[in-house]
């Protein structure tokens, strides 16, 4: 079982979730899939055993074999090459921008004089390792890099399907939380009950439909707000799972690093039932 | 005409960015405002525009097999990088990135590439002046692109109306949408929290802003809620002689201005307020000293 834990607005508690989540279940993986920003270690504070560098393809120019026909730069989509033809063919200029570059291979394979091969660009890190019996694997986007799916991809490269897998997404609706959150089992959506929680909710709502993985909801701070996300839960028929209410203790523990398991006994029953609750949801939407 | 723009980010999601922006705008005259987060917009809920123009926003392509032409070959599912080509010879159009390879190579023509329609964006009147703003489409993508076309849409209202300032309320994250949403800014603002995760996360936005060479100042949002982890903040700054514009007490009041749908310091009077009206008096005395900028 893959469980995704998202939320469209920040700082709603998703780290939270998941790490409490995967503190509650036996053999267990736990991938950090925000890489611009990921969080998880600080909690789960893993021992890194194994780190791998992330590339992507970007093109490079053979100049001896180019003759600047421009065949490159009219087959990218991206924007990420450019040709500046010279007075005679060969005097010109190919310029490369590997930053707009998404890896596609279209101007290799494209590329009628063949002058064209792939070289690597590392854009992050992958890193592996173990905490209290829990695999844990995130990326660690490198900064001034634009581009996080691909780190995504191959984080999510690692998952091991012989274990339940907690998946912590970034936030947002866009292309990061769509890979993070694509393929898996379950989606849990963490939010808390103000205009902007609701607002964020409903974009993630719909974005979770349109790729098709079934969602429920986990109210965080349930009682700083108003009701705005139980009518919106109950209209649409969307499974509230589980209400953390606004407690200075929690914020004072995850300010320091530190899980909800084993601070309160009520919070850790909660916890423990919600894998079995996602296992039945899974089951009824399966039907 | 010289006009300044600043920008708030975060790093770490839900510190503040949006509460802070909202209550600049009600402080700040003669700016127009921009909300960079176009994936998960909040800015419109407390500065409750009229939209005056709405804008399609077109940006790549999805690719499109006709069954009818398809032989099943199967090389544009082996050429394809991103698994977008399913065994049976269904497009997804989620994973489609839009390079068009397949299309290019199918012998038979029987892929075309159709442009997407990938949102909208807005100009708008508020009670504080023009707002710019978009609604990026449901799973769709290239949403630095789309805060570059707001951002433009700014300038060009900048242009006309003689304003002094462009306010950006930006993204989470240190990404793609992020970067379209500091570059070429005069000062970037960063809302922090006192966790270890918002410690961790500001850093790395520090590190990005400092990338892109944008001159950079600090807001403690919540500060007392962890005063151990403010003082490591202050500590981090100071070394890296990073100003702190302010810190902002934590305040229950927070949730209950989002539900009356008010920028906070219309909402009450307190030392929240207090601290937002300073830490905007500095920002503005930053932005007037520093060098100009023009466009």
Known sequence: ?287 | MVTKQMVIISGKGGTGKTVLTASLASLARDKVMVDCDVDAADLHLLLHPSVKERFEFRSGRTARLDKEKCCECGECIDICRFDAIGKDFVIDPVSCEGCGLCSRICRYGAIAMEENLSGEWFVSDTRYGPFVHARLGIAEDNSGKLVSVVRQAAKDIVKKEQKSYILIDGPPGIGCPVIAAITDTDLAVIVTEPTISGIHDMLRVIDMAGHFQIPTRVVINKYDLNPENSEKIMEICASKKIEILGKIPFSAKVPRSLVKAVPYVEFTQDDVTEEMISIWNKMESIIQEKKSSDY
């Open chain 1, 1 to 287: 079982m893959i469980i995704s834990v998202a939320s469209g607005k920040g700082g709603t508690g998703k780290t939270t979730i998941a790490v409490n989540l995967a503190l509650s279940l036996k053999n267990v993986q736990f991938l950090d899939c925000d890489v611009e920003e990921p969080n998880a270690h600080l909690f789960l504070k893993p021992v890194i055993s194994e780190t791998i560098s992330a590339y992507i393809p970007i093109p490079e120019i053979a100049e001896e074999k180019c003759d600047c026909c421009g065949t490159c730069q009219e087959v990218c989509a991206f924007n990420s090459i450019a040709v500046l033809p010279g007075e005679i063919r060969k005097d010109g200029t190919v310029l490369i921008f590997p930053h707009l570059c998404h890896g596609c291979g279209a101007c290799s394979c494209l590329c009628p004089l063949g002058a064209i091969h792939e070289v690597k660009k590392e854009i992050g890190i992958v890193e592996k390792g173990f905490s209290d019996g829990i695999q844990f694997v995130h990326g660690k986007l490198n900064i001034g890099e634009a581009m996080s799916p691909p780190l995504i991809r191959q984080v999510k490269q690692h998952i091991d399907s012989m274990k339940s897998v907690i998946i912590d997404a970034p936030p947002g609706t866009s292309c990061p939380v769509i890979e993070s959150v694509k393929g898996t089992d379950y989606c849990l959506l963490v939010t808390e009950p103000t205009p902007f929680g609701l607002n964020d909710l409903i974009l993630a709502v719909e974005m979770l439909k349109t790729i098709g993985v079934p969602f429920g909801i986990i109210l965080n701070r349930y009682d700083i707000g108003d009701d705005c996300v139980d009518l919106y839960a109950r209209e649409n028929g969307i499974p509230v799972l589980m209400k953390i209410p606004f407690d200075r203790g929690i914020a004072s523990l995850y300010s320091k690093g530190l899980p909800i398991i084993g601070y309160k006994s009520e919070y850790d029953i909660e916890f423990k039932k919600l894998p079995e609750k996602i296992n039945t949801l899974i089951k009824k939407s399966e039907s």
